[in-house]
Nanobody, 122 residues
Framework: QVQLQESGPGLVKPSQTLSLTCTVS??????????WSWLRQPPGKELEWIGY???????DYSPSLKSRTSISRDTSKNQLTLQLTSVTPEDTAVYYC??????????????WGQGTQVTVSS
């Protein structure tokens, strides 16, 4: 059973960098054809895909967030990291990491983390 767990600060000040970690257990982030995404859901809004890092280390980002987003990984720890720079209150959301096998814009995720609330406020 693959399990994902997000962690990071729950409160970030405007203009700072949001940094979250997703720790994966029960499966390797380098397993063939797996893609590890970050998504978020702002209050009262739909779920939004942020980007992914694939099993080979390749990345792709949402065009609307690409200039501020970086996703990396530590294969020795089986962890993913999300960094979002220059945050504003509009970045307040529940942030999730999730796994898919294969990738498309309409892919179904088979494993999710429980999500972590991040609030951007001074």
């Amino acid at each position: 059973q693959v399990q994902l767990q997000e962690s990071g600060p729950g409160l970030v000040k405007p203009s700072q960098t949001l940094s979250l970690t997703c720790t994966v257990s029960g499966g390797s982030i380098t397993s063939k054809v797996t893609y590890w995404s970050w998504l978020r859901q702002p209050p009262g809004k739909e779920l939004e895909w942020i980007g992914y890092i694939g099993y080979s280390g390749n990345t792709d980002y949402s065009p609307s967030l690409k200039s501020r987003t970086s996703i990396s990984r530590d294969t020795s720890k089986n962890q993913l990291t999300l960094q979002l720079t220059s945050v504003t209150p509009e970045d307040t959301a529940v942030y999730y990491c999730a796994r898919s096998v294969g990738w498309s814009r309409t892919v179904k995720y088979d494993y999710w983390g429980q999500g972590t609330q991040v609030t951007v406020s001074s």
